[in-house]
């Protein structure tokens, strides 16, 4: 015994790395991921995010975080130069993005875009298990289901009013939202698809009991296109209507944006009480 232990202390470094294998190196290439990735993965296996997350107009995760990463656009090229052990993207990747991975043999993960909390929850899950922390996805995931549970109170019908009239409808995470919050999307009164625009006339016509409005949360230099929420028309409906800010990040991403949309969504819900 005396004679072999030497031998056991010179390959004990060899075991302990053959038992723990290196975490792998990231490039997230979508901002919705991003939001999730830096809540799950350590700081040192994210080799890059999206330049979406650099910016204040689209990011989902705070800029200060965000900007502790190397940024990237997406191309094959920047994915490639940075030799990740695992690509992570939305449903749609360049196919130049996706051959030069293919060569390289790099695994590509793609998320669809979540359409309820349950899928968003999943995602959460899957991704934080492919990073190494799975305990870190479970986690997130009940915060997630504890922010998004369902209100029992009567549901006011209510809109989503992105920059150009574009209204989240049935079938979308947004709408998803609306209803666990207390509220009735009213999208459907106006016969729009999943993802449509609404004229300002039909909203006049038929106003819900809230509009939660991007603009209104971007302000008046916000850049979030026509303020129709400022038409003379619309203001007369007041206080029949009731306009409250939504910023817009919160409309593209589920992950941990849902807790923070939840929290707009259930905070209005409560200050409007028992109105109809």
């Known amino acids: 015994m005396g004679a072999r232990a030497p031998l056991l202390l010179l390959a004990a470094p060899a075991l302990v790395s053959a038992a723990t294998p290196r975490a792998p190196r990231i ?8 939001a999730v990735l830096v809540r799950v993965a350590d700081p040192a296996q994210i080799a890059s ?10 990011s989902s995760i705070p800029l200060a975080l965000a900007r502790r990463y ?3 656009a997406g191309t094959a090229e920047e994915v490639v130069a940075l030799r990740p052990d695992l690509v992570v993207a939305g449903g749609h990747v360049a196919p130049a993005t996706v051959a030069a991975l293919a060569r390289l043999r790099v695994p590509l993960a793609q998320f669809a875009v979540p359409t309820t909390v349950e899928e968003s929850v999943a995602q959460v899950r899957d991704l934080a298990a492919r990073v190494g922390h799975p305990a870190r996805g479970a986690a997130l995931a009940a915060r997630i289901e504890a922010a998004a549970r369902p209100s029992r109170v009567m ?5 989503i009013f992105g920059a150009g009239g574009l209204v989240p409808g049935a079938g979308t995470l947004p709408d998803d939202l609306l209803t666990r919050a207390g509220f009735r999307n009213a999208s459907a ?11 300002l006339e039909h909203l006049v016509a038929a106003p819900p009991r809230v509009l939660f409005s991007v603009a209104a949360a971007e302000g008046a230099g916000g850049g979030g296109g026509e303020r129709a929420e400022h038409h003379p028309a619309l203001r007369r409906l007041a206080p029949r209507l009731i306009t409250l800010p939504f910023p817009a990040r919160l409309m593209n991403c589920g992950g941990p944006t849902i807790v923070e949309a939840m929290a707009v969504l259930r905070g209005a819900r409560t200050r409007l009480g028992e109105r109809r």
């Open 49 to 58: 995010i999206s330049a979406y997350s650099q910016d204040a107009r689209s």
């Open 155 to 159: 549901p006011l019908p209510a809109l």
């Open 27 to 34: 490039v997230s290439i979508n901002p919705c991921l991003d």
């Open 70 to 72: 190397p940024a990237n």
């Open 189 to 199: 009164t106006y016969g729009l698809a999943r993802w449509d625009v609404l004229p």
